[in-house]
């Protein structure tokens, strides 16, 4: 039997064999006594016809038919005995067969590309400083007093700390209802920073049971919507007082009393969420760095792993384990294809550094882990360490920080502070709206 392997690129490759019809007879034979067991023969009970019969009757059907198989197992024993380890599944993608005489076949597959690694010590990356400013401070307040608001019936809306509760109507440019475009019971918060200017001045002073017509910008530039809104419900949103009831129910089993103390707890708060910021931008800065001065092919294989398990993320989402009503997998797979890309280099860039480094973990590197999840599951230490040493995702994750940790040591980092606009960023809105199927732009 001989063999010859064509790079077609970093990751590709294709193996052509050619093998003599004597070469062929081990797998012919094993054909044979397949196609035996189900064989019936006038004569003789089914699966006992003897081989030499069913070689004379029907020989050149059965090794016609058996190719395949046997190009498979030819396949197999040679990647077992050249070392070769594809990712994903080969394709036949070429066979012929001269009976008594020749068989050529080859066969396509793919494996990791050897990687030269660029110099992955002493890169440079910037981290952001978030500084915690008075503005940025009396928001958060501002949105812990948010999720223990009271609401009071009001007539009039004549401030933004107001909630409508609106039947919404979607008129043409000629004022007439458009027909499926009501909404019942729509609720807005005067004060959500997602409503815009117009939508607000055109509501001021409004009162219960009266009737409005909306005139706002829509999404298309340049463009305006129409709506007819009829108030049905006006709440006044009361904040709570800050006191130690409240700071209390904010931070349960704390003993936090005065505002001071609060409002030090709050801020500690908004540095330790910015510091997780700041050191998860660092660690994609230089996973993004090294996979532009590193020429990795990303195997089309692992791509298409790695689209597979968004999708399974997507439908593990839905009780039943489905995707969406009207979710088209094939558009979702081409927008995503350029993240998965990414992930696929990194990991191959990561597997790299790991060997070049010869990182491996240790008992030792386990334990913190062990004792943390034992008292997080309330578990015995002893029990979680059998499950742990030989848990494979566990290990992934601690040479997965151990490789950071080492990245990070070597990384010069120029820290960039940021000016935060005075206004309520992640924490955002301080009373969100909530709207059912709110078709209004706003």
Not at 161 to 167: F, G, N, V
Not at 345 to 353: C, E, P, T
Not at 431 to 436: A, I
């Amino acid at each position: 039997m001989e063999f010859k392997v064509n790079k077609i690129d970093d990751v590709k490759q294709e193996v052509e064999f050619e093998i003599t019809y004597a070469d062929l007879t081990p797998y012919f034979e094993k054909a044979y006594k397949k196609y035996q067991k189900k064989a019936e023969i006038p004569g003789f009970r089914k699966g006992k016809a003897p081989v030499s019969m069913l070689k004379r009757m029907y020989g050149d059907m059965i090794e016609q038919g058996s190719l395949e198989d046997v190009s498979n197992d030819i396949y197999r024993e040679y990647l077992e005995n050249n070392h070769v380890h594809p990712l994903g599944e080969a394709a036949l993608v070429d066979m012929d067969y001269e009976p008594k005489s020749l068989f050529k076949f080859k066969i396509k597959y793919e494996v990791k590309p050897d990687i030269n690694l660029a110099e992955y010590k002493g890169i440079e990356v910037t981290k952001t400083l978030h500084k915690i400013d008075d503005k940025m401070l009396e928001d958060e307040v501002k949105y812990l007093q948010s999720k223990h608001v009271t609401y009071e019936d009001a007539n009039t809306a004549d401030g933004n700390e107001y909630t409508l509760t609106m039947d919404v109507q979607k008129l043409d440019v000629t004022g007439v209802d458009i027909i499926g475009e009501r909404d019942k019971d729509v609720r807005f918060y005067l004060n959500d920073p997602q409503i815009n200017k117009e939508f607000k001045e055109q509501l001021e002073g409004i009162t219960v049971g009266e009737e409005r017509v909306l005139i706002l910008p829509a999404q298309e530039e340049g463009k305006l919507e129409k709506y007819r809104v009829n108030c049905t419900k006006i709440e006044k949103v009361l904040f709570p007082e800050l006191s130690e009831e409240l700071f209390g129910k904010i931070y349960k089993g704390s003993e936090i009393k005065t505002l001071e103390e609060f409002r030090e707890k709050v801020k500690t708060d908004l540095e330790g969420i910015y510091k997780n910021i700041a050191d998860q931008e660092i660690r994609n800065n230089i996973v993004s760095e090294l996979i532009k001065l590193n020429e990795v092919t990303a195997p089309d294989a692992l791509v298409e792993n790695i689209l597979d398990s968004y999708i399974e993320d997507t439908k593990n989402q839905n009780p039943k384990r489905q995707l969406p009503t009207g979710f088209d997998e094939a558009e979702y797979r081409k927008t995503q294809r350029v993240d998965a890309i990414l992930q696929v280099k990194w990991y191959l860039l990561r597997d790299k550094i790991i060997e070049t480094e010869k990182m491996e973990v240790t008992d030792k590197d386990i334990e913190p882990i062990i004792e943390e999840d034992a008292k997080k599951y309330n578990l015995p230490v002893d029990k979680l360490k059998k499950i742990y040493e030989n848990n494979q995702d566990v290990k992934y994750r601690v040479l997965d920080d151990k490789l950071m940790a080492f990245l990070i040591e070597n990384t010069k980092i120029k820290e960039i502070e940021h000016n935060h606009p005075h206004e309520h960023g992640e924490s955002g809105e301080t009373v969100k709206s909530k709207n059912s199927k709110k078709k209004i732009t706003t």
